[in-house]
């Protein structure tokens, strides 16, 4: 099977700063991805790289098997890349389908359609998962995950093949982290997106990868298949190797 | 969300209520509205304000006046802007218009033309705050100087007074019985119904019902509400954030013009101080009609309705001759302190949930 989207020896340099070396890695459609490394690892340089805000200065991009270049953020939405950050590019204040079709609004002459606005918004929350009874109150009323869905829901509806989940669990509380977690199992299982899910949550990359790219330094630590890594080995991994054994000690064995 | 229906019906209908930005204007309405029907019920003054003609005419024209200006004022504060610049606009357009006249442009180029440097002049304004990133306060209150600056002094560089009269090339002569030109028709239609309101009060009615529409049923109404909200997160979806805060500044300077015109049509003349304060009235208006100054969040309608109490406030006061006129001010003030603090207080309710 062809990867949805593939990186080939991707460098990218600030300066004198290597911020991302020979970074290489496949994600596949109907499957979850997790990008793991610690603060510095580079994941957020690699974020930029695949939704077209930097420009990688070496290595090659492929989607479906062939080459690209996104030149700017626009570029990748078009190509099929949609990106969910932490702050979500919600309106706190505006209604729930507001929110979802902000920017390409549905009109019927020079009005907004909020009739289909609010029945394509509940279907497609309705896929992931929520049920949204009004449409028409504010996104402040929703919950985190619910935002976190909402905001994944809309980067789907308007064509997204590749979805980026940067940190989309940091921010919550516990009961929403699982709700977030149970709509990206969602959106795998409509088996047709490939999902980047970056974390630093070692137990969420367990429940859901599969397959794992671990960053250090800005090189890839190791990337492979579910089945061929040592699961109970992940936090090592995420925090590049072995100090994180010699802290942990110290703690004792209640951190494990 | 995730609860029973009938439990969510049940929040979302008080929400629904409780949720409306204008709420608090219309309470401030009513608690104003019944305030002076009772202090001029005691003052033997209630049929002079509330029944007669003039009495009418005093505080409506007034209210369509500032609210045509608030109308401006709550579209930029909903797009997260504010625009002090707008009363000294009047005079600008109001001066432009007449120096036009004076110069022998036609009626009707004239007012083309004092419309086109009004947009240009928004359009400038938007421009600069949107480019530069310096806060719309400190650019337009650089135009609220230089504005009326500008058109003191070129009435007094051309005619070498600060006061235009114009009335013989706007009304035909008294006794000459002309027909009023499709102008006169359009810019100042004065008698047209019952009671003789000025062209304001229509113009009023008309650009508020056009306004709530596009900002509550429109794409571009939208984005001006997503523009105050969240700057970065509205750019992110592809809202063209800047133009639309250009187009605004654009509306309100505009607005500004047609008061400046429409009161040159109905006096006769452009004064140098026309408008003075009139945008921090339309802004108290947009205040008490819930508008936040933090963007994101307000109503025209609710500004209009802010416009309506600043007007029934300001007028009646002089119907109740035992309160001292200076009261009115602090009533005011104390108007705006308690619908700030009552909208930020429906606010919060809305983003807690």
């Known amino acids: 099977m062809t990867p949805t989207i593939e990186f080939k020896g991707i460098s990218k340099f600030f300066g004198n700063i290597i911020a991302l070396k020979d970074i290489s890695f496949k994600v596949f459609k109907g499957e979850i991805t997790a990008l793991l490394g610690d603060n510095g690892a580079g994941k957020s340089t690699l974020i930029k790289l695949l939704s077209g805000v930097h420009i990688p200065d070496e290595g090659e ?34 209604s729930v389908s507001r929110n979802f079709f902000l920017g390409r609004e549905i009109t019927r002459g020079i009005s907004l359609d909020l009739k289909v606005m609010n029945q394509i918004t509940k279907e497609e929350m309705a896929k992931l998962g929520i049920d949204v009874a009004d449409p028409n109150q504010p996104i402040g009323t929703m919950s985190g995950g619910q935002r976190q869905t909402l905001a994944i829901a809309r980067a789907i509806y308007f064509g997204a093949k590749v979805l980026i989940l940067d940190e989309p669990t ?35 990359a367990k429940i859901l990868g ?23 080995n992940l936090r090592a991994l995420m925090a590049g190797g072995a100090e994180l054994d010699k802290l942990e000690t110290e703690f004792g064995e209640t951190y494990r | 969300m995730n609860t029973s229906d009938e439990r969510i019906r049940e929040i979302g209908f008080f929400r629904n209520i409780f949720s409306r930005p204008e709420l608090g204007s219309i309470f401030g309405l009513l608690i104003i509205v019944v305030t002076f029907m009772v202090l001029t019920s005691m003052s033997g003054t209630f049929g002079a304000m509330w029944l007669n003609p003039i009495g009418i005419q005093a505080w409506v024209e007034l209210a369509a006046f500032v609210g045509i200006l608030a ?8 797009a997260g802007e504010f625009d002090l610049s707008m009363g000294a606009n009047i005079a600008l357009a109001g001066h432009s218009f007449a120096i036009l006249m004076l110069f022998g442009v036609p009626i009707q180029f004239a007012i083309l033309l004092t419309f086109i440097e009004l947009a240009f002049l928004g359009f400038i304004i938007g421009t600069i705050v949107v480019r530069t990133g310096l806060p ?47 102008v006169d028709n359009i810019f100042a239609f004065d008698r047209a119904f019952g009671i003789p309101f000025d062209a304001e009060v229509y113009y009023f009615f008309v650009l508020v019902c056009i306004i709530a529409y596009v900002t509550t049923r429109t794409p571009y109404g939208n984005w001006i509400y997503a523009s105050g909200g969240d700057p970065v997160a ?45 945008e921090l009235h339309a802004i108290a208006a947009a205040v008490i009609g819930g508008c936040a100054l933090t963007g994101g969040y307000g109503s025209v309608v609710g500004a209009v309705l802010g416009a309506l109490i600043f007007a029934i406030a300001s007028r009646g006061i002089n119907f109740v001759p035992f309160i001292d006129n200076n009261l009115f001010r602090v009533m005011l003030g104390m108007l705006i302190l308690g619908s700030a ?13």
């Open chain 1, 61 to 94: 991009i492929f989607l479906y098997g062939s080459g690209v270049k996104f030149n700017s953020p626009r570029d990748a939405v078009n190509s099929g890349i949609g990106t969910v950050y932490q702050d979500l590019a919600l309106q706190p204040l505006m």
């Open chain 1, 170 to 204: 940091s921010a919550l509380g516990q009961k929403q982290q699982l709700e977030v977690l149970r709509t990206i199992r969602k959106v795998k299982e409509l088996g047709e997106i490939a999902i980047i899910f970056i974390t630093h949550n070692d137990m969420h």
């Open chain 1, 210 to 232: 599969d397959r794992f790219t671990f960053l250090n330094r800005g090189r890839v630590l190791a990337s492979d298949e579910r089945a061929n890594l040592d699961m109970e």
């Open chain 2, 71 to 78: 109308i401006g004022a709550s579209l930029l504060m909903i």
């Open chain 2, 136 to 182: 719309s306060f400190i650019v337009t209150l650089a135009f609220w100087f230089a504005s009326r600056g500008f058109a003191v002094f070129l009435s007094q560089t051309f005619f070498n007074q600060s006061r235009l009269s114009v009335k013989p090339l706007i009304k035909p002569p008294p006794g000459g019985g002309e027909d009023p030109t499709i």
């Open chain 2, 234 to 278: 509205a750019r992110a979806v592809g809202v063209p954030v800047a133009r639309v805060k250009i187009s605004l500044f654009m509306i309100s300077a505009c607005l500004a013009c047609l008061l400046g015109v429409l009161t040159v049509m109905t006096s006769g003349a452009s004064d140098p101080k026309a408008g003075d304060f009139r």
């Open chain 2, 341 to 353: 603090l009552l909208n930020q207080f429906l606010r919060d309710r809305i983003v807690k949930g």
